[in-house]
Structures are given as structure tokens and as C-alpha cells.
Nanobody, 123 residues
Framework: QVQLAESGGGSVESGGSLRLSCALS????????MSWFRQASGKERELVAV?????????RYADSVKGRFTISRDKAKKTVYLQMNTLKTEDTAMYYC???????????????WGQGTQVNVSS
């Protein structure tokens, strides 16, 4: 079973920065598109940023974070990062990492989620 472990959350003042990490383990010989989602209290989970499979590496972002957040990956470490700059109070949420598995092998497929890491931004 593919596993994801997020880290790097915490409390920061408005305007500050944090870097979240998502380490992929027990992965298989498949490709992985990686995403960050967030869910604020009382709200639905929303997509924050996506980075394509290792052979594509294209990225896209929610409008609310464009120019402030950057998603990247370290292929050797099987880790994806979310660099969050100029944080705002509205960025406060639980942040989740998701891996979407692709591949031509029959066992490749499915979505996997991490447990989440909390980000609190105070004014």
C-alpha cells in the first residue's frame, strides 16, 4: 500500500513562509502525479497545487495561491514540496498530500492520501 507522510506545518504570522513536505513510501513501479489539497474548518477540501508525473513535471495552481506557492519534487527522495510564501490568514487549513498513480502495469492505479499537516496563519 502506497503511503504518504506530510510534514512542515505549523503556526506563522501573516506574511511569513512555510515549506510542506510529502514523502512517498512503499511506492510501486508506477508514475505518480502529486497534489496538495487543503481543508479549512467548515469548508470543503480544495485543490491547491499539482505537479505531473515524473516524466512530465508540469504544474498548476489554484488562483488563490498563484505567485505565492510553489510545488516541486525531489525525484531521488520521492518527496514533493509546497513552498508557501506571503501567507495569509485565509491560508489556514489542514493541508493534505495526494498521489495519483498511473502506469501501464495492471496494478498501477488509484489515489492515495496522507494524514494531513495543519497550517495556522495569524494576523
Amino acid at each position: 500500500q502506497v503511503q504518504l507522510a506530510e510534514s512542515g506545518g505549523g503556526s506563522v504570522e501573516s506574511g511569513g513562509s512555510l515549506r510542506l513536505s510529502c514523502a512517498l513510501s512503499k511506492y510501486r513501479t508506477c508514475g505518480y502525479e502529486m497534489s496538495w489539497f487543503r481543508q479549512a474548518s467548515g469548508k470543503e477540501r480544495e485543490l491547491v497545487a499539482v505537479i505531473g508525473r515524473e516524466d512530465e513535471d508540469n504544474t498548476r495552481y489554484a488562483d488563490s495561491v498563484k505567485g505565492r506557492f510553489t510545488i516541486s519534487r525531489d525525484k531521488a527522495k520521492k518527496t514533493v514540496y509546497l513552498q508557501m510564501n506571503t501567507l495569509k490568514t485565509e491560508d489556514t487549513a489542514m493541508y493534505y498530500c495526494k498521489a495519483r498513480e498511473y502506469g501501464t502495469l495492471s496494478f498501477c492505479g488509484g489515489d492515495y492520501w496522507g494524514q494531513g499537516t495543519q497550517v495556522n496563519v495569524s494576523s
